[in-house]
């Protein structure tokens, strides 16, 4: 390897005096109950990591206790209404509020440290996104307490969960706290594009990313296209269930199914959205316990980018009994198991790189919980594979055998390698490790626990016990088999709390940045020593494994040779990169604490609790005052090029202001393109689905005539014109310091066009005649208004916070990302509102 | 709150499984008849791979741990790698998957056989409506217990009004969901006479736990019998015990939502219970059937079973009761 000399190091020494207290000084964490205003990704890395193990240890109480109910036959422990409600809360909690919160936490904590970035490009967006999960997650466990808590299963099948067989706010509730996990999801979904893309030192290409990087970028990307499936799912119930509209009742022409189709269409992803950063985890701890680098590195990237891809392929498996035609059936039992695949390649090369370790494989604390991940993941996947054979599949389903499958794997393959990640990476944010004593009994205790519990209702469910049963009788042999798996998951209980001693006694976070060091001389970038301002310098990176490849890399970060060893800008600062060869692009001004992004957390919160008990009034100005404090929030978040360019070291001199393409912004606001194309496909499956399921209900022979097509063109030509003026005023942005009305006009134009195309569209159909409580035609016509209305709210906030930047002088052609936010948004949302157009008013005449 | 301890009925008949008891009626593992029986090896063979690579993986960690260091560098090869991750589950998933294919083929030629013999089952909460049709072509309606002729392929249909419940008999084939709006069909086929025992597959709220139901498959002529029998209307009460119940069924209004053919009891809304006296169980699998727990059914089925719809009728006497419960039993 052509390894650099000390004379290649991009900044020389000594350091000019006070550089290092300066950098302190603009990272430092606020302390006392300021520390809520916190925005460094240590900090609030950590509380996110540990409001996940709360809701962990809440909903593992909630499966003791239905545990204890099972434990003998016909038991009294808990009644049948609320063990209902328990399990509902268990999976919900488990797969909303614990698993998929927890592995954002590790991006947030763990990448910017991989990275050796200072913090994640958007600091406030994550706080913000933690602070709405901390508030909604809380208010939504806390129903099981007075008796509200949604009691439909965690997949919530209407017509069950429909007005009529659910009344009552408890299935509000559920979609109220899926509604907040889906905000922060997509929110930590952005933040992890922008910043593995984005935010990798210096020569870090993408094939000289960390595994658990591409874990993350892969992750996300899931989140994009999944998430948006169930938002529109719970857009759908929730409107049905307030407003009548019948997308899922069959007798007005909806469809069960439909809901099972978006559900799952979202909740298989979810599986391995869950599970694909956990192998990303040990990926990285399973050479720095061999000492060598992972075996099989391109392999297991494409493993991870074919299981994301796979996964999106096999919904229906979770819909093989309710009786689908038997070609499809077999398309996607074929699917379900290709997917097993990738997961086969991962686990031969751990194996491989076990075996290669130098010396012996090392037996740590953390080792042995990969050990047991490798162990309970196989046999899960092992079962997936006989449950994706269809008839298999018929018998099993909904039985404790599936019970037993996917705790297999969703513990095995995730909250097994969690534990081995709090073990491994504690002693980063932590002054002292995690006792290696308590780590085993608490692994040995978990790992028989675990078996103990599980592996017998394989049987259990064999022999025919069907799941969400509160009760069930003594004498068909299941007695015996739910007692040890009631003894087994005490077992497992005990562990967690063994953790829990080893926590309170043994782990001191530091306030941001300088832990325990690095205890296993792993070879990636976390382990570099640092401070709250994370490594001193941002280091040039030539390897994989850069701590294991350049052995002075560790002392060199630390007296800031690397580059950007200061804050030039007086502020918070990273270096954004190029995409895919990681070459230096410009310095990003970062935010730092504060408490706009806190208020709007809180303000979201109260909208949407407020909104589910029906307090409209209060719930509006809730929401009114959640806009306000997000337009505070964002007004400092386009400082223009005031602070020039400024050097990094090595001789190179960036920019610390970009817009356009080149800038994070403009990133985040493709992904958040991306989003809403994925939920508008989700509306266009639907919309097609439902014709294909009650044709008759369409319009002409089922609904009024569709309005003449005069109105679909006046409202198409408003919006194209809208577009026209939007491309307009991004050609007169006026110079710097030039004011001039032209531009803000021609916003103003395009933001009424818009509103204009969309109040057009549902006039039409409102004076033709259609009503959405009609049948399932019209809710699916006046949806595509809804779709397109949530898209017109947000382009006029956008264009009115952008004309309102632009009165003051904070908008130009230079400092116009602002601006740019508006206009990638708007010919989104013109495209979108084109083809609603298109779908709602060709097609029935084309099909009818 | 205080709730009297509930006997979950299994009633299995102890001359029919003499050594197992009741272990097995509701078991996968005891396939009695048609689609159990195919899926039965296919379980097996898909069990016996999955933990011969279970058994592999663990030497393999075993032997990467551990091993000698000449066999731990066989391991660390690239070949081992797409060997073992790539090319072993292509051909092991390749075979399953065809086999699995092959059993559902199995199932679909099963299907197209049946059509002769026809029972619709409609799933309500929390309890089962069955309707037979007789060879003549009339509709015979009875709950919460499915006879079958030994041998014969039945098709039955599966329909719901309410919300999503699936039907599954374990020993005799796979579950299928009973969906509003859609029409399900499963074909059954009992190879040996006896009783099994079905459950309510899909949570379907409230007491989904307490939706179970018997399956009770008899030779061809005995079931002929049977279905021509419970065609005709209810047995006519004897004596004055029965007779008073029956005066009570008709004045507390039990005919708005219970049928006894051949009375005015018309109602729709509750189990038929034209014969109910001749079932295996009451309350859906939640009771065994008797004059006694007729009685407390009626009185605390509120407690027995909550959430149920049928109004609890605590105003009743324990004579009362006692009257009621023996002209139930009577409908034999």
């Given at each position: 390897m052509n390894r650099a000399g000390p004379d290649d190091l991009p900044n020389a020494l000594p350091r000019p005096p006070g550089e290092e207290e300066k950098l302190k000084r603009v990272w430092a964490t606020p302390r006392g109950w300021r520390i809520l205003s916190a925005v460094n990704n240590t900090v609030v890395g950590v509380a996110y990591l540990g409001f996940a193990f709360l809701f962990f240890l809440l909903a593992g109480v909630v499966a003791l206790v239905m545990r204890t109910q099972l434990a003998v036959p016909g038991n009294d422990v808990v009644g049948q209404d609320?063990?209902?409600?328990?399990?509902?809360?268990?999976?919900?909690?488990?797969?909303?509020?614990?698993?998929?919160?927890?592995?954002?936490?590790?991006?947030?904590?763990?990448?910017?440290?991989?990275?050796?970035?200072?913090?994640?490009?958007?600091?406030?967006?994550?706080?913000?996104?933690?602070?709405?999960?901390?508030?909604?997650?809380?208010?939504?466990?806390?129903?099981?307490?007075?008796?509200?808590?949604?009691?439909?299963?965690?997949?919530?099948?209407?017509?069950?969960?429909?007005?009529?067989?659910?009344?009552?706010?408890?299935?509000?509730?559920?979609?109220?706290?899926?509604?907040?996990?889906?905000?922060?999801?997509?929110?930590?979904?952005?933040?992890?594009?922008?910043?593995?893309?984005?935010?990798?030192?210096?020569?870090?290409?993408?094939?000289?990313?960390?595994?658990?990087?591409?874990?993350?970028l892969i992750f996300a990307a899931m989140i994009m296209f999944a998430f948006p499936a169930v938002i529109l799912a719970t857009m759908l119930l929730e409107i049905e269930r307030a407003f009548g509209w019948p997308f899922f009742s069959a007798e007005k022409g909806g469809d069960p199914l439909l809901w099972q189709h978006l559900f799952w269409f979202f909740g298989h992803p979810e599986v391995y959205i869950i599970f694909l950063p956990a192998a990303g985890l040990v990926s990285m701890i399973v050479p720095a316990m061999a000492r060598r680098p992972l075996i099989g590195y391109r392999l297991i990237v494409v493993a991870l980018i074919g299981t994301g891809f796979f996964s999106f392929g096999l919904w229906v498996h979770h819909m093989f009994a309710t009786g689908l035609p038997a070609l499809s059936l077999a398309f996607f039992s074929a699917v379900s198991m290709a997917v097993a695949i990738p997961s086969g390649i991962q686990v031969f090369s751990w194996i491989a790189t076990i075996a290669a370790s130098e010396g012996r494989f090392r037996i740590t604390t953390p080792s042995l919980f990969v050990l047991g991940f490798l162990a309970i993941f196989t046999l899960g996947g092992l079962t997936g594979v006989m449950v994706a054979l269809v008839p298999v599949d018929l018998q099993v389903h909904d039985t404790y055998f599936v019970v037993a499958h996917f705790h297999y794997v969703l513990i095995g393959g995730m909250v097994f390698p969690l534990f081995a990640t709090f073990y491994y990476w504690a002693p980063m944010v932590s002054r002292r490790r995690l006792s290696e004593t308590l780590g085993r009994i608490t692994f040995w205790l978990m790992f028989i626990g675990f078996n103990v519990a599980f592996l017998p209702m394989h049987l259990t469910g064999l022999r025919g016990m069907p799941r969400r049963v509160w009760t069930y009788p003594g004498d068909v042999g299941w007695d015996m088999l739910n007692m040890i798996s009631t003894v087994g998951a005490f077992i497992l209980a005990a562990g967690v709390l063994v953790f829990i001693v080893d926590l309170l006694r043994n782990f001191r976070p530091t306030a941001g940045g300088g832990g325990a060091g690095d205890p296993w001389g792993a070879g990636t970038l976390e382990w570099l020593p640092g401070d709250v301002y994370a490594a001193r310098s941002i280091p040039l990176v030539r390897s994989r494994e850069p701590l294991w490849d350049q052995p002075n890399l560790a002392r060199e970060v630390e007296e800031g040779r690397h580059f950007l060893p200061n804050?030039?800008?007086?502020?918070?600062?990273?270096?954004?990169?190029?995409?895919?060869?990681?070459?230096?692009?410009?310095?990003?001004?970062?935010?730092?604490?504060?408490?706009?992004?806190?208020?709007?957390?809180?303000?979201?919160?109260?909208?949407?609790?407020?909104?589910?008990?029906?307090?409209?009034?209060?719930?509006?100005?809730?929401?009114?005052?959640?806009?306000?404090?997000?337009i505070w929030w964002g007004w400092s978040l386009d400082p223009g090029p005031v602070k020039g360019d400024v050097p990094i070291g090595a001789g190179i001199v960036l920019p610390t202001y970009v817009s356009g393409p080149r800038s994070h912004a403009w990133w985040a606001m493709i992904v958040l393109v991306f989003v809403a194309t994925s939920l508008y496909i989700a509306y266009v499956f639907s919309y097609l689905y439902l014709w294909v399921v009650s044709p008759d209900a369409w319009s002409p022979h089922g609904a009024p005539a569709l309005p003449p097509a005069t109105w679909p063109l006046a409202s198409g030509a408003l919006v194209a014109a809208g577009a026209a003026a939007m491309l307009l005023a991004g050609r007169r942005l006026p110079a710097p310091g030039r004011p001039s009305a032209t531009a803000p006009l021609l916003l103003a134009f395009a933001a009424l066009a818009m509103t204009g195309a969309v109040v057009l569209e549902v006039l039409g159909h409102w004076y033709s005649g259609l009503r959405p409580g009609q049948n399932a035609y019209a809710a699916a016509t006046y949806?595509?208004?809804?779709?397109?209305?949530?898209?017109?709210?947000?382009?006029?906030?956008?264009a009115g916070y952008a004309i309102a930047r632009s009165l003051v002088g904070c908008l130009d052609a230079v400092r116009r990302v602002n601006f740019d936010n508006c206009a990638i948004l708007y010919p989104y949302g013109a495209v979108q509102i084109l083809l609603s157009l298109l779908l709602v008013h060709g097609f029935p005449r084309m099909a009818g | 709150?205080?709730?009297?301890?509930?006997?979950?009925?299994?009633?299995?008949?102890?001359?029919?499984?003499?050594?197992?008891?009741?272990?097995?009626?509701?078991?996968?593992?005891?396939?009695?008849?048609?689609?159990?029986?195919?899926?039965?090896?296919?379980?097996?063979?898909?069990?016996?791979?999955?933990?011969?690579?279970?058994?592999?993986?663990?030497?393999?960690?075993?032997?990467?741990?551990?091993?000698?260091?000449?066999?731990?560098?066989?391991?660390?090869?690239?070949?081992?790698?797409?060997?073992?991750?790539?090319?072993?589950?292509?051909?092991?998933?390749?075979?399953?998957?065809?086999?699995?294919?092959?059993?559902?083929?199995?199932?679909?030629?099963?299907?197209?056989?049946?059509?002769?013999?026809?029972?619709?089952?409609?799933?309500?909460?929390?309890?089962?409506?069955?309707?037979?049709?007789?060879?003549?072509?009339?509709?015979?309606?009875?709950?919460?217990?499915?006879?079958?002729?030994?041998?014969?392929?039945?098709?039955?249909?599966?329909?719901?009004?309410?919300?999503?419940?699936?039907?599954?008999?374990p020993q005799l084939a796979g579950k299928l969901d009973m969906i509003p709006g859609?029409?399900?069909?499963?074909?059954?086929?009992?190879?040996?006479?006896?009783?099994?025992?079905?459950?309510?597959?899909?949570?379907?709220?409230?007491?989904?736990?307490?939706?179970?139901?018997?399956?009770?498959?008899?030779?061809?002529?005995?079931?002929?019998?049977?279905?021509?029998?419970?065609?005709?209307?209810?047995?006519?009460?004897?004596?004055?015990?029965?007779?008073?119940?029956?005066?009570?069924?008709?004045?507390?209004?039990?005919?708005?939502?219970?049928?006894?053919a051949g009375t005015r009891a018309q109602g729709r809304l509750g189990p038929d219970l034209t014969h109910v006296g001749s079932r295996r169980s009451i309350g859906a699998a939640t009771l065994p059937n008797d004059a006694a727990a007729f009685a407390r059914w009626i009185?605390?089925?509120?407690?027995?079973?909550?959430?149920?719809?049928?109004p609890p009728y605590r105003n009743l006497a324990p004579d009362e009761l006692r009257a009621l419960g023996a002209f139930l039993d009577l409908l034999e």
């Open positions: 609320l063990y209902n409600q328990l399990f509902t809360m268990h999976g919900t909690t488990m797969m909303f509020l614990f698993a998929v919160p927890a592995m954002e936490a590790l991006g947030v904590l763990l990448l910017p440290q991989m990275l050796a970035a200072r913090d994640l490009p958007f600091p406030r967006l994550s706080a913000f996104a933690i602070w709405a999960y901390v508030i909604g997650g809380l208010v939504f466990f806390s129903t099981i307490f007075y008796g509200l808590a949604p009691k439909g299963g965690w997949f919530m099948y209407p017509p069950l969960t429909l007005t009529e067989y659910s009344p009552g706010d408890n299935a509000d509730f559920w979609l109220l706290g899926i509604g907040f996990i889906e905000i922060s999801a997509i929110a930590g979904a952005i933040e992890i594009v922008v910043g593995t893309l984005r935010t990798r030192p210096p020569g870090m290409s993408l094939t000289k990313m960390p595994i658990f990087a591409w874990a993350m804050a030039p800008t007086g502020g918070r600062e990273t270096l954004v990169c190029s995409p895919v060869e990681a070459k230096p692009e410009y310095v990003l001004q970062m935010p730092g604490p504060g408490w706009s992004h806190v208020l709007a957390a809180i303000f979201m919160a109260g909208f949407f609790l407020l909104l589910t008990v029906k307090l409209v009034v209060p719930a509006v100005l809730s929401g009114i005052a959640c806009i306000i404090a997000c949806m595509a208004s809804v779709l397109n209305v949530q898209v017109g709210i947000a382009v006029v906030l956008l | 709150m205080a709730r009297p301890a509930r006997v979950l009925a299994c009633t299995c008949s102890s001359a029919m499984l003499p050594l197992a008891g009741c272990a097995g009626i509701q078991s996968a593992l005891v396939p009695k008849g048609g689609e159990a029986l195919d899926i039965d090896p296919l379980f097996w063979t898909s069990a016996g791979v999955a933990m011969a690579v279970m058994a592999m993986v663990t030497i393999l960690v075993a032997v990467a741990l551990r091993g000698p260091v000449r066999w731990r560098q066989v391991l660390s090869r690239e070949w081992f790698l797409t060997g073992g991750g790539i090319v072993l589950p292509i051909v092991v998933l390749t075979f399953l998957l065809v086999y699995g294919f092959l059993v559902m083929q199995a199932g679909a030629t099963r299907m197209s056989a049946a059509g002769e013999h026809v029972v619709t089952v409609t799933g309500k909460r929390w309890w089962w409506r069955v309707v037979y049709r007789t060879p003549e072509g009339r509709e015979v309606e009875s709950a919460n217990e499915l006879r079958l002729p030994v041998g014969r392929k039945v098709m039955v249909r599966l329909l719901s009004d309410d919300v999503i419940h699936s039907f599954w008999v859609r029409i399900n069909v499963l074909t059954l086929e009992a190879a040996e006479p006896g009783i099994s025992r079905g459950q309510c597959a899909e949570y379907c709220g409230g007491a989904h736990a307490l939706m179970a139901f018997h399956v009770v498959a008899m030779p061809a002529a005995e079931y002929d019998a049977w279905l021509a029998r419970e065609a005709m209307p209810a047995r006519v009460p004897a004596s004055a015990e029965e007779e008073r119940g029956a005066a009570l069924f008709t004045a507390n209004g039990c005919g708005a939502c219970h049928t006894i009185a605390e089925n509120d407690h027995i079973k909550p959430e149920n719809l049928m």
